[in-house]
């Protein structure tokens, strides 16, 4: 029997100024600690997708990205992937 992978969904919207990211899924709980109990953070900075795909790439862990209308970032990882994707994301919600 396969056990299911772990996925991670990440949305990051434009709020005014600032920027506000909401996870779904699977995290490390030092990531889950950075985040309110609805899974989100605000404000934070603009995220540098083109970083993350360097990151990711180097890593081979695959993962999608879809733009919004609105201008904002929808992520989403399986597996090793979501591992990677977390590790990014504490990365980022630390600086």
């Known amino acids: ?8 969904a990440v949305f990051f919207g434009r709020h005014g100024d600032a920027w506000r990211v909401y996870v779904n ?3 490390a709980p030092y990531v889950r600690r950075k985040l309110d109990e609805h899974g989100e953070a605000w404000p ?6 083109t970083a993350l ?4 790439w180097k890593l081979d862990t695959p993962y999608t990205e879809a733009r919004t209308t609105l201008g904002g970032v929808a992520l989403e990882a399986r597996g090793r992937s979501a591992v990677a994707l977390w590790e990014w994301l504490d990365g980022y919600l630390a600086s």
């Open 44 to 49: 934070v900075r603009e995220p540098d997708l």
């Open 1 to 8: 029997m396969t056990r299911p992978q772990p996925t991670l």
């Open 25 to 27: 899924g699977w995290a």
């Open 53 to 56: 795909r360097d990151y990711m």
